[in-house]
């Protein structure tokens, strides 16, 4: 592959889809910026910059939304507006082959694999690990991907085939990369992966999860400690006792169920049926009293009737989820449940379905919200409005995906990145509002 034109060490990397992609353009822009470039993320690029499209392959809102940005930029290097165009992340190791095909005037393809051969292209030496990250996020938070790919099989997903197989990193990897993220301000690391719950399985390392939890609480400047994306099954009880008894924990668990009824459950090949969902929840919650809950479902899937519907929307009034998500079905292709069934549930039924779930889900998070109004909670700042107030979140809120806190200062000081004492005062569909006490800690909202 013909290297970039050695002149060129300014770039724009623009992220498409999720969190794991977004740490995998950190690692992309920390090495760049090792090697001398000069790194913009998500913004307009000019005719100097080399622009780095990280897509996304999963489901078909997504690729259309990543196709879209390399036509776009296609047309740019056409004009001359760019100074060249790279692709990397889910869609290119899926379609490469196509891609390369149908958009000719882009030379330069990679895969979820290819860091090393894209740095090579751009003249860019490499490190044994691609740790030393340039964020994306605010200073005071960061992802922190702790594995790669998916080993469970859901007849729906064509994540393994993209990603490969469950592979961990190493605790002692992970340590270092928080220790620097640490080092560079942040305060609150949210955990992402395929799934979390199966971490660790594959190395030689006792106590998975809950070990690595523990040791990440040791690293000195993270306040807090957020799960996303944990498998239902053989999610561990040291997990939750972590999550009980350290102050570090937020009291905040992702972990999508997609479905209730069993059947459904059984076709989407997921290794947990109703019954042990609702034993999960309960148990979630009889552990950790205080914890909010988000999850995703899926709707219109081939073997969900009208029946099955109304079971899954009888549990979303019976769970009361937090936080939620929902998707329609689509076939993805090389998934089992494209190959074995017929996409029967028409688009306008599947929409009809998600809107019917959202509807019940919007009633539901306003109702949990206001169990918050009058109490003291810990609130993290993540910017400052002027005239005195700021916008933040509790520890149940994970950014871009939950609710905010619209904090009044008053007396106190804002900035940034603190980790204040708000008094609630109001609620309005999924935000807060309340007024700044201090930094001292909140008291649990199981408190008087």
């Known amino acids: 592959m013909p290297r970039i034109e050695e002149r060129c060490h300014s770039a724009v990397l623009v992220t498409l889809g ?3 992609n977004r740490v995998d353009s950190e690692r992309i822009g920390g090495a760049l910026t090792s090697g001398g470039w000069v790194v913009r993320y998500d913004e307009e690029p000019t005719m100097d910059d080399v622009l780095i499209l990280n897509t996304c392959g999963f489901i078909g809102d997504a690729k259309e939304e990543s ?17 060249d165009v790279v692709v990397m992340g889910c869609l290119s190791e899926r379609y490469g082959a196509e891609l390369r095909r149908e958009l000719p005037g882009v030379k330069h393809w990679f895969g979820v694999k290819d860091g090393r051969e894209l740095l090579a292209v751009l003249g860019v030496p490499v490190a044994s690990h691609l740790i030393d990250r340039l964020q994306s996020t605010p200073r005071h938070y960061a992802y922190l991907k702790i594995a790669e790919g998916c080993d469970r099989g859901c007849s729906f997903c064509a994540i393994p085939s993209i990603r ?7 605790r002692e990897q992970l340590i270092a990369e928080a220790k620097r993220l640490a080092e560079g301000g942040v305060k609150e690391l949210m955990l992402v992966a395929q799934e979390l719950t199966s971490y660790g ?11 690595l939890l523990w040791a990440l609480s040791e690293v000195r400047g993270i306040e807090w400690l957020r799960l996303h994306y944990a498998y239902p099954t053989g999610f561990g009880g040291n997990v939750l006792e972590w999550m009980r008894s350290c102050s570090k924990a937020c009291k905040y668990l992702d972990i999508p169920v997609q479905h209730i009824s069993t059947p ?5 090949n997921r290794q947990h049926d109703g019954a042990a969902t609702r034993l999960l929840l309960a148990r979630l919650r009889d552990v950790v009293p205080e914890v909010t809950l988000r999850t995703s479902l899926i709707v219109g899937f081939p073997t969900e009737g009208q029946r099955e519907f109304e079971e899954l929307l009888a549990f979303v009034h019976e769970a009361q989820f937090d936080h939620l998500g929902v998707f329609a079905y689509s076939h993805e292709e090389g998934t089992s449940a494209a190959k074995k069934y017929e996409d029967v549930v028409p688009f306008e039924e599947k929409q009809r379905r998600v809107e019917a779930i959202m ?3 919007h009633a539901i998070a306003a109702q949990r919200k206001r169990r918050f109004v009058g109490k003291t909670l810990r609130v993290i700042v993540d910017e400052l409005l ?3 107030e700021a916008q933040g979140r509790t520890e149940y809120d994970s950014p871009e995906v939950d609710g905010e806190v619209l904090v009044r200062g008053g007396d106190v000081d804002l900035q940034v990145g603190d980790i204040l004492n708000v ?4 609620v309005e569909d999924y935000d807060l509002f309340g007024r700044a006490l201090g930094s001292e800690k909140g008291e649990s909202i199981l408190g008087k």
């Open 264 to 268: 459904v459950l059984r076709s989407m």
């Open 386 to 388: 002027g005239n005195g």
């Open 359 to 361: 509807d019940v889900q």
């Open 423 to 426: 008094r609630i005062e109001g």
């Open 201 to 211: 399985r594959d190395l030689r390392e006792e106590g998975g999860l809950a070990e």
């Open 18 to 20: 999720c969190s794991k």
């Open 164 to 170: 490969g197989k469950y592979s961990s990193l190493s």
């Open 67 to 83: 196709v879209g940005y390399i036509l776009r930029a296609e047309e740019m290097l056409r004009r001359g507006l760019v100074r």
